[in-house]
């Protein structure tokens, strides 16, 4: 119960100040189809150098936690989701908005999303501090093995190609080697002065996520957004309490899928809200209302979408495995203050660890009074044409990357890798495992060197790094999760030849 | 798959399989061999699965990834070109705030749905660039006291 003892921080004035603005911020820039919530913390981390660590991680977990809430918005009253994690959403929310029930579908896309959120934030309170102390036992191969863990997981299932999934994080790793040597202060890999001092993370951070989505916009051209925002009528509150409530089985489904599949590195909200949708629309006995505007397909996809936020950052917070792109965001947040996560996060620094994750749970709160509040608000942002939003980004972007070091070389950086990114993802490369790829690459590398001298001293390369139940666990769980994928791939191939194979066959018959 | 993203996915692969190759040169030729280690170990996955992907691309196989349509290209050049111009050029010649400025304006000017006729549509694109300069000014220039090239209004 360490955590209460920490508890009156969240409320100090300049803390509880930064956690409203990042809520209320969050909500806004999450109803805005096409950025992200990673995106959104990216463009926020400059913002945060000026500030004390937890200061700043509070801003960016209050961002965090109400851009996956705030995309409700845009899903419910415009029918484009605010971000992957609120696809789910759209189906049921849309629907009841049309039918002149908006307010009420936002009122329970708040209450589920705060529920799921809360039940989120207290696995992570209680479970962090148990598996830190476990992460402890770790030694430099099995933080080696956890490392490469946490860019094949992402690349093999955040992706849409295995191949390209690895093939992304190994560029990612590649890109985390430039600079100067550790260890024996060899130059690698410069070709430009503006890499010399290496690939600055927060400014790659900035430019993977948000120029992407700003040629995204351009190439949409002068298409407007097409979007008919939907009247929102009053509903009272009390009833929503209720519904909720009285919608148990749809609320405990999304809480625990979300949970669950939030504490699975790599597995990110999307997925989360269409699995809980799924499940909940079998396990119902009104599972033919689903898709017509029925109650509990909002409450199970928003409670499973916000449940996932806070288990996702665990493995950040314990093993110094950034599980999701904005965990790794959220990883340069932390790393930019000279805090590195894991048992020394909570030895050394339990004020800023507790802090911010009691902020997320207060966060939680605060996100489902405002949300209320400023949906109608949010939904009006969420109609702000491409072309502002383009430049907005744009700006923000290479302000934001210039004042990392006061450095062009950054901005250079963050514009060539955004550039390359989105072409990348055009031919199915994902920003994802190559972000991973170059926040682990140095924990990766680091922890190589020191095994490799361990090993050198006491035994050979081979037996330190491949042999011990944790490695072999860990090797176990890399083979697995690229065994799965490759399997999962096939499968959708052999599914879609099938179904091309009947389409021309009806064709020519 | 046609042939237009074929050649772009031939392209972009083969694009992927130099940058492996060159890594995997420089790595496994560059002294001292010690630092090169780990670069040697990635540069070897790296080159595999980029070979993979560019074989596969030569082969017509790729499945994932839909390239470029000739529309989206026409699009997105003008836009690319301000923005590349704004980032490598103006940025530090013209000054942050002055170059932002006009990127914004241009940027809205080829990208707004709103008619180009209409005088009131660029009353509204300068007051939108006017609000997002002084904005940003406050937040960098005041709240961060981030100093840029030519500093404030430059």
């Known amino acids: ?509 | 798959m046609t042939d237009l993203p074929r050649v772009q996915h031939v392209i972009a692969s083969g694009l992927v399989a130099a940058v492996g190759v060159s890594v995997a040169y420089i790595s496994y030729t560059r002294e001292p061999a010690a630092a090169f280690l780990f670069p040697r170990i990635i540069s070897t996955v790296f080159v595999v699965l980029a070979l993979w992907t560019f074989g596969k691309a030569l082969l017509g196989q790729t499945k994932i990834g839909n390239g470029l349509d000739l529309e989206a290209m026409i699009n997105i050049a003008p836009g690319l070109a301000v923005s590349l111009i704004f980032v490598f050029w103006a940025a530090q010649t013209l000054g942050f705030y002055t170059a932002s400025t006009i990127a914004s304006f241009v940027l809205l000017s080829l990208y707004d749905p709103a008619p180009h006729r209409e005088l009131k549509t660029w009353i509204k694109r300068i007051l939108i660039t006017a609000g997002f300069l002084v904005v940003m000014y406050g937040l960098f220039a005041r709240l961060l006291s981030v100093f840029t090239p030519r500093e404030i209004f430059f």
Request: glycine share 12%; aromatic share 8%; charged share 10%.
């Open chain 1, 1 to 509: 119960m360490e955590f209460l003892a920490y508890f009156g921080e969240v409320f100090t004035p300049i803390n509880f100040g930064l956690l409203l603005i990042g809520t209320i911020g969050g909500l806004l820039l999450g109803a805005t189809p096409g950025l992200s919530p990673t995106m959104a913390v990216a463009l926020l981390i400059p913002f945060t150098f000026k500030l004390e660590p937890a200061q700043g991680l509070i801003l960016l977990g209050a961002a965090y936690t109400s851009t996956v809430a705030g995309g409700a918005v845009s899903a419910i009253l415009l029918k484009i989701p605010g971000a992957p994690a609120n696809i789910a959403t759209t189906l049921d929310g849309h629907t009841m908005a049309k039918k002149g029930q908006g307010a009420r579908a936002l009122q329970l896309s708040f209450l589920a999303s705060a529920v799921g959120g809360v039940f989120g934030v207290l696995l992570l309170i209680f479970l962090t501090p148990v598996l830190a102390q476990w992460a402890l036992a770790f030694g430099p191969s099995h933080l080696f093995w956890l490392a490469i863990l946490g860019v094949t997981v992402i690349g093999t299932l955040d992706s849409s190609s295995v191949v390209k999934g690895l093939l992304s994080g190994c560029i990612g790793l590649w890109l985390a080697t430039i600079g100067f040597d550790d260890i024996m202060g060899a130059q690698r890999f410069i070709f430009h002065d503006a890499v010399s001092g290496g690939i600055n993370v927060i400014a790659a951070l900035i430019g993977l996520f948000a120029i992407p989505q700003v040629i995204g916009m351009f190439a949409n051209g002068r298409r407007p957004l097409g979007a008919e925002i939907l009247t929102v009528e009053s509903h009272p509150i009390s009833k929503a309490f209720g519904e909720v409530f009285s919608r148990l089985r749809a609320l405990s489904i999304g809480t625990a899928t979300g949970s669950i599949i939030g504490l699975i590195p790599g597995v990110g909200g999307q997925i989360a809200g269409l699995v809980a949708y799924d499940q909940s629309k079998k396990m119902s006995p009104e599972r033919d209302k689903f898709g017509t505007g029925h109650s509990e397909g909002v409450i199970a996809a928003e409670s499973a979408n916000n449940a996932m936020v806070g288990p996702s950052l665990v493995p950040l917070l314990t093993l110094s495995i950034p599980g999701s792109p904005t965990a790794a965001v959220l990883l340069g947040g932390l790393l930019i203050h000279g805090i590195f996560p894991g048992s020394d996060l909570f030895d050394n620094h339990p004020d800023v660890a507790w802090t911010f994750i009691n902020s997320m749970l207060i966060g939680q709160v605060l996100m489902c009074i405002f949300g209320l509040y400023v949906a109608g608000l949010a939904a009006r942002v969420a109609q702000v044409p491409n072309a502002v939003m383009a430049a907005v980004v744009l700006g923000l972007a290479v302000f934001g990357s210039y004042s990392v070091q006061h450095s062009m070389g950054d901005v250079y950086v963050m514009a060539a890798l955004g550039t390359g990114m989105y072409f990348l993802e055009r031919f199915g490369f994902s920003a994802a495992p190559l972000v991973l790829g170059l926040i682990l690459g140095p924990i990766a590398e680091a922890n190589f060197v020191q095994g490799s001298m361990i090993a050198n001293a006491t035994s050979s390369i081979g037996s330190y790094f491949f042999t011990g139940p944790l490695n072999l666990a860990l090797i176990a769980t890399v083979v697995a999760s690229i065994g799965y994928s490759v399997w999962l791939e096939l499968r959708h191939r052999r599914h879609t030849a099938k179904e091309e194979a009947v389409a021309k066959n009806e064709a020519t018959s």
